[in-house]
């Protein structure tokens, strides 16, 4: 395993360790305060930044996207709104459909990831394209309508959206450390990312994302900054105690006793939520993390290769519980 796992309960650490090489060439090790990429575990970000405009009046779940973007999609539905957006459920089509494509580096092979460096640099890739399906359509991971999240929030803040996010939420929960980075500007304590290649040797992914993340993927944390982000919320730093219950409730089914809300996926039993699920994927990085709201344990799990992370989270709960 080569990463960081965090774990806390209430304002107790339990576990903080760190593993492998963050640079393999210079043989710079991992630490507790090293950051990692967490792929999709960033769209909790996007998406608490709507929660928070809305705490503000800007617009509400139920506001149309024709009405909070000034920007031409023209086979996309009128009734698509920020609600659909957020659950997966626009039916607009992505920019990397995962029932199609398994393979996410291969969408640079025509197109330099070296240029997608903001959210409108993704446009290309969706905005001329029919829609997959109606609006309210079951729910279908999409990465393209947290794109467009991301586009709401510069419209509608006159921010860049990684300077909305990093002085909105990674500030005001205290993830001093965190920040959307440039691949080829990392800076000091960040890991690169590593793919296995078929002879057991490493190389970087660097050629294999996006030059610089945003609303869909690509955040850079510590495994400590982002349990933070759970005591942040709990506390009401981040949103007002009305747009917290709505921000952590369920939304709709995804599967049996896994429900999806606004702050990601959730295991329920009956209408209780049991823990809150992050989750992400990306070649050379692999990220978990969960939350029990009810006994107020955090698991953070990030890892700079693109296996292993659900088995070390896993086996933390198996001892954790098992107390």
Known sequence: FSGSIYVRCEAEILFSEAFGCADISGKIMNHQKTRFSIASGSKIFTAAAICMLIDEGKFNFDSRLVDCLDIEFPYFEEEITLHHLLTHTSGVPDYFDEDVMDDYEALWEERPMYRMRSPKDFLPMFQYEQMDDVP???????????????LVIEQTSGMAFADYIEQNIFK???????????????????????????????????????AKGGPDCGAYVTAEDFGLLWQALRDGKILS??????????????????????????????KTVVKYIQMGYDPGVN?????????DYT????????????????????LILDE
């Open 287 to 295: 990220f978990r993390a969960v939350h029990y709201p009810n006994q």
């Open 136 to 150: 309210g359509s079951a729910l279908k991971y999409n990465n393209a309508g947290y794109i467009i999240l991301g």
């Open 299 to 318: 698991i953070v799990v990030c890892s700079n290769k693109s296996d292993d992370a659900y088995e070390m989270l896993k086996e933390a709960e198996s």
């Open 241 to 270: 105690e009305e747009m917290k219950q709505e921000f952590l409730k369920p939304q709709m089914s995804a599967a049996e006793d896994i429900q999806y809300g606004y702050a990601g996926y959730m295991e329920t039993a009956g």
């Open 172 to 210: 005001k929960a205290g993830m001093f450390a965190s920040g959307y980075f440039s691949a080829d500007v990392l800076p000091a304590n960040t890991a690169a990312g590593y793919i296995e290649n078929t002879d057991g040797s490493w190389k970087s992914n660097i050629f294999s994302l996006p």
